[in-house]
């Protein structure tokens, strides 16, 4: 209980981290609206990001020569460019599919079935 | 300052630390909870309307424990970015796929156990695997980054990275405006 309580370390943000994995990889699996499993991969992104922010902050910060490395930052960014274009062109396609299919559950893109 | 941080926070006086540490525990556990239980929400709620509310909830924890992380930059592009945008274009995507006449997203019964078998075992590995590589060890930072220090790292190391992105979102958006209205030309 003291391990718990006392001062917050990289691994309670890992255990956080690895919670909204689950989550996201969980809300994959059981949703069938593709909407929904876009939302899967947004939670597994940001604990991506928890993660990097996370061992930015307690592994990677003292740089050399008295800077400050700030890679694991950067890459968060980055990832948080490249969610919100994933989720832009996943919506377009999302679109795409209902207007042909008039739904958006994975169950029925069986057109390409062999 | 002190005596402040003792009365909100009366764990202070028995676990010996400094206040400010406490203060920040208290913030870590705050938006740790809010987090996870919204992430619990989204796997756990039916109503995609409300999945997507739960998103922004854990979305909105997430920038809290990026401001615990002294990244307060980052933060701050989490809300604008993450819960501005892109949940806006979420929630715009379900409010024009919503009419679905006769289906509903129920998982099979099957599913529902190979989900929770998966993510026990998966949980259960990384727990155990993070609490034996990584003991407890205080912050190896003295000072705060500032986001002029980012904006040089991110200008200056990761300078093409940083050009080549921007080419990726102008991609991005020309794909999905064709993406999105490609079907008129297939004519119904």
Same mark, same amino acid.
């Given at each position: 209980m003291s391990g718990l309580l006392s001062q917050v370390g990289?691994?309670?943000?890992?255990?956080?981290?690895a919670i909204l994995f689950v989550c996201g990889l969980a809300t994959m699996m059981l949703k069938r609206n593709a909407i929904g499993i876009l939302m899967g991969v947004e939670l597994i992104l940001n604990a991506a990001n928890v993660n990097l922010v996370a061992f930015n902050h307690y592994r990677h &910060? +003292?740089? !050399? =020569?008295?800077?400050?490395?700030?890679?694991?930052?950067?890459?968060?960014?980055?990832?948080?460019?490249?969610? &919100? +274009?994933? !989720? =832009?062109?996943?919506l377009a396609i999302f679109l795409s599919f209902y207007n042909n299919f008039t739904t958006i559950d994975v169950e029925r893109a069986t057109q390409l079935k062999g | 300052m002190e005596d402040d941080a003792m009365m909100i926070f009366p764990l202070a006086q028995t676990i010996a630390q400094p206040p400010d540490a406490a203060a920040s525990t208290g913030l870590f556990y705050l938006f740790a909870i809010l987090a996870g239980a919204s992430a619990l929400g989204v796997v756990l709620s039916r109503n995609i309307v409300r999945t997507a509310v739960f998103l922004l909830f854990t979305l909105a924890g997430v920038a809290g424990l990026?401001?615990?992380?002294?990244?307060?930059f980052l933060a701050a592009v989490q809300l604008v970015v993450y819960a501005g945008?892109?949940?806006?274009?979420?929630?715009?995507?379900?409010?024009?796929?919503?009419?679905?006449?006769?289906?509903?997203?129920?998982?099979?019964?099957?599913?529902?156990?190979?989900?929770?078998?998966?993510?026990?075992?998966?949980?259960?590995?990384?727990?155990?695997?993070?609490?034996?590589?990584?003991?407890?060890?205080?912050?190896s930072i003295e000072r705060h980054p500032t986001i002029a220090e980012?904006?040089?790292v991110l200008l200056g190391d990761y300078l093409i990275p940083?050009?080549?992105?921007?080419?990726?979102?102008?991609?991005?958006?020309?794909?999905?405006?064709?993406?999105a209205k490609a079907r008129r030309r297939g004519g119904k």
């Open positions: 990289l691994h309670h943000y890992l255990i956080l981290a &910060a +003292a740089g !050399a =020569a008295g800077g400050i490395r700030l890679d694991g930052q950067v890459f968060a960014i980055f990832v948080i460019v490249l969610a &919100a +274009a994933e !989720a =832009a062109v996943a | 990026y401001f615990l992380l002294d990244a307060e945008g892109t949940l806006v274009l979420i929630i715009f995507g379900v409010m024009l796929t919503s009419k679905s006449p006769g289906i509903r997203y129920e998982p099979k019964i099957v599913e529902v156990a190979v989900a929770i078998g998966v993510s026990v075992v998966v949980a259960a590995a990384l727990v155990m695997a993070i609490v034996r590589q990584f003991p407890a060890e205080p912050a980012l904006g040089q940083f050009e080549l992105i921007s080419v990726l979102l102008l991609v991005v958006m020309i794909g999905a405006a064709y993406l």
